[in-house]
């Protein structure tokens, strides 16, 4: 497809309905007693493998996403079309990039009761490796948290929540995080009040398959949201290794978004083998042409994009809409 130009940033669009694409039993729910529509929880078991799988393929099927590259834009176009398909309006947001035009692409969910309220869900959809113009599957870093965004991007449509969800997918991450860059400039213009913000880098690559542990990184500022997510991934049985005092992944995306303020974490796979040559961790896959979806853990993967969505629903809240005003409150 086409891509659309868009001078600006983000405007305000609504999600639209998909009255055929729910399978949630949400919006049957007869329970008038409570206004708490879908546990998070059980959103989590909602996560699809098969899903997941297949994002990943088409995405490393597009042989490179590196900016600037066909591939890019094609991926881009895959991804427009994914999250539409689910009923969102995308945004694409055009940014330059060493003269080059690349674009994040933003869904926006709007929150019922404070819209204003926003809690995004961002990842980079660019590629690169040592070839990084001719061969740069990406399976790992970064198509493994792309098609988690557009897991939960699928799993929220069909539910009213109190706050707003924006799925970001960020381009050009791998030039120095220049997307989340653009994206923050034009949040802090705006005065968008962010409220969390969940980037993972990487979730895909767990040599210990089941017995591997999730890292989830954040800061001084973003600790309560580190909280947050550890305390669901106990529930959900999805160990983890949490890191708040660190200066570790510096420069990625969720670097961006601390600095201008919004509190960010960044669920990862590999924090120690990026970080601390001691730790035995190992990344042998890392910026290489052999970053494929055959070296992934993909029941792993699931609980991990499980734990996220969630996080994400428990700061959003699921919420049973009220009815429509004005139906009935009196006669003439
Ligand atoms: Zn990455």
Redesign the pocket.
Known sequence: MVLGLSLGCPTSDKVSSDPGGSNSDADTDTDTDTDTDADPLDLALEMSEANLTETIQDLEDFTTRHTFTEGSEEARGYLVDRLEGYGYIVEVDEFSVSGHATANLIARKEGADNPDIVYLFSA?YDSTSSLPETLAPGAD??ASAVAAVLEAARILQSHTLRYSVWFVLTGA??QGSRGSEHMVEWMTTQGVDARGVIAP??IGYWPLGDGDAMDILGDADSAHLVEIMAATADELGVAYKDWIDHDYCYG?DHTNFQEAGFPAITPMDCVEAHNISSSGETLPHYHQTSDTLSTLHMPFTTRVAGVIVATLAKLAVPITPDPPAGDDLRSP
């Open positions: 980079h870093d970064n991450e791998e880098d990487m990625d």
